[in-house]
């Protein structure tokens, strides 16, 4: 890979990290703080992630800024708490396994709105 090339790859991740996490869901993340002490239906959801064509969702309630790790609901298989980091979601791309999927990345749902307890009990999806 040239030099210019990787440049450009560099600044599209640059570009594509700050459409997952802008200063406002930042400030939001900081905003709501440690969550461990809180009921489900008192947490809410600050960003929800996915991808156009799995089913796999996110839900993140806080976020690491020192270490990039998001804690929150992932729906996969099956739903779970957990941690999940930003730098596997910046990096996911289907890498031409399925030609349809046109290496779409995660996106983040801008208008999403929902407390934690209605993300688990699969009201809000």
């Given amino acids: 890979m040239d030099y210019l090339h990787k440049a450009e ?3 599209q991740d640059r570009i594509r990290r700050h459409k997952l996490l802008s200063v406002d869901v930042l400030k939001a993340f900081e905003k709501q703080g440690d969550t461990s002490e809180k009921k489900a239906e008192d947490v809410r959801v600050v960003a929800k992630f996915f991808h156009p064509y799995f089913s796999w969702t996110w839900y993140a309630t806080e976020f690491n800024v ?3 790790l998001f804690f929150g609901f992932v729906q996969g298989f099956e739903g ?3 941690y999940f980091s930003l730098v596997e979601l910046n990096e996911f791309k289907d890498k031409g396994k399925y ?8 996106e983040r749902d801008r208008f999403f709105s929902a407390t934690l307890r209605e993300v688990m009990d699969g009201v809000e999806r």
Avoid at 99 to 106: N, Q, S, V
Wanted: charged share 30%; net charge negative.
């Fill in 80 to 82: 779970e708490l957990g």
């Fill in 9 to 11: 790859v560099e600044q």
């Fill in 66 to 68: 020192e270490e990039g």
């Fill in 99 to 106: 030609p349809k999927l046109l290496g779409l990345p995660i």
